[in-house]
């Protein structure tokens, strides 16, 4: 069995991308969703029984496959990212500046939690389109 080396720095890119991945989805998810709703069932205010574009399912569960797919990208990198860096040694700071390497620590434990929170959000809110119909009253 290949073991992953742990080394001390990761590359920043890798880490904007477990931090910022799964969070970007979620809002695109959110916003396109959101918006193909409110225009196919609100046109002018008015609500309707049934979406004017009979596409709009299939559209809103594609978006949704994408998103999560995105999602699930960003936390496995997000995770990759964490069992790569170094594990600190608090004791040996004594005043100094912080490191590179703190910095990676730091990012990368505040990606997984991101990414995680996120990821669930994204499951969370397809259940809520499979389940839910966008035209209907609450």
């Not at 396109?32 to 049934?50: D, I, K, R, S």
């Not at 996120?118 to 389109?129: E, K, Q, S």
Request: proline share 7%; with cysteine.
């Amino acid at each position: 069995m290949m073991t992953v080396p742990r080394d001390s720095r990761i590359s920043m890119p890798y880490v904007l991308i477990g931090l910022l991945a799964a969070p970007f989805a979620w809002l695109l998810q959110t916003l396109v969703a959101e918006t193909l709703a409110a225009q196919a069932c609100y046109p002018y205010n008015h609500p309707l029984g049934a979406p004017l574009v009979p596409w709009m399912r299939a559209a809103m569960v594609a978006l949704g496959t994408l998103c999560l797919v995105a999602g699930v990208f960003g936390t496995w990198v997000a995770w990759r990212n964490l069992r790569r860096v170094a594990p600190l040694k608090l004791g040996t700071l004594n005043g100094e500046r912080r490191t590179r390497a703190e910095l990676d620590w730091f990012l990368t434990h505040v990606a997984v939690m991101c990414s995680a929170l996120f990821l669930f959000a994204l499951i969370a809110t397809d259940v809520a389109v499979a389940i839910v119909s966008p035209c209907r009253w609450w």
